[in-house]
């Protein structure tokens, strides 16, 4: 069976502090994608970064920065810099490749709270 | 340019009623997705089509759930006889061909009295 968990239920930091979100999955499969999304207030998910399991590069984009390990099966994202506009909860999400569905199982989400 | 878009926002209706929810996907996304989401968890899927064929449902999908994508483009997802844990955000997604991230509406938040 897949699982992701996210042990930080929430996390609160002042602003221009850097962040680390945590996410552990759980896959028998070798091949699979990992995800990142983000949930504001409004409520959307917006795709942050899909990371495939042959990649272990890690991957820096502007204040954001994403730390995949297949041997600690961790996909760990840093905010750098925090904003206020960066709170939001935070979903990490595991896919499994082939068959015909490639849904989307998610973690309970990382709360994150940016005070001026 | 339009992303994912559902309706309605929100949906408020007694326990025994029927509800019906519209999602329209990206244009030309062939994947779509269904998914629920309870307060202080991360969604959880409900059902897929490729085109027009539903390929695969989840157990938490009950008869009472159905969902129909019936020319490949939008997607209706209809409850019969709510219960009150039906309440929750429906979410939708879709996903281009070829790809797998898939890119969210703003969901439908039903509440069941």
């Known amino acids: 069976a897949q699982k992701v968990t996210q042990a930080q239920t929430e996390i609160s930091v002042v602003e221009k502090e850097d962040v680390t979100l945590d996410c552990v999955y759980e896959t028998r499969d070798t091949t699979y994608y990992l995800f990142w999304y983000k949930q504001p207030p409004s409520g959307e998910l917006v795709f942050l970064i899909r990371?495939?399991?042959?990649?272990?590069q890690n991957e820096i984009s502007g204040r954001y920065s994403w730390n995949f390990q297949k041997s600690t099966s961790s996909f760990n994202f840093t905010i750098t810099a925090s904003q206020v506009v960066d709170s939001a909860v935070y979903f990490c999400?595991?896919?499994?490749?082939?068959?015909?569905?490639?849904?989307?199982?998610f973690g309970k989400g990382t709360k994150l709270s940016v005070k001026p | 340019d339009t992303g994912v878009s559902q309706n309605p926002r929100h949906k408020i209706t007694k326990r025994g009623q029927n509800v019906t929810f519209r999602c329209d996907p990206i244009s030309e996304h062939n994947r779509l997705y269904w998914y629920r989401q309870t307060l202080g968890q991360g969604p959880e899927f409900l059902t897929y089509?490729?085109?027009?064929?539903?390929?695969?449902k989840s157990r938490l999908l009950s008869d009472r759930f159905s969902a129909e994508r019936p020319k490949g483009s939008f997607s209706t997802l209809e409850i019969q006889r709510t219960e009150q844990g039906d309440s929750a955000m429906y979410l939708c997604?879709?996903?281009?061909?070829?790809?797998?991230?898939?890119?969210f509406g703003p969901g439908t938040r039903l509440t069941v009295l």
């Open positions: 997604a879709s996903s281009p061909p070829g790809e797998n991230e898939q890119f």
């Open positions: 990371r495939n399991s042959f990649d272990e």
């Open positions: 999400a595991l896919s499994i490749y082939g068959g015909s569905q490639g849904n989307l199982i």
């Open positions: 089509f490729q085109n027009e064929a539903q390929l695969e």
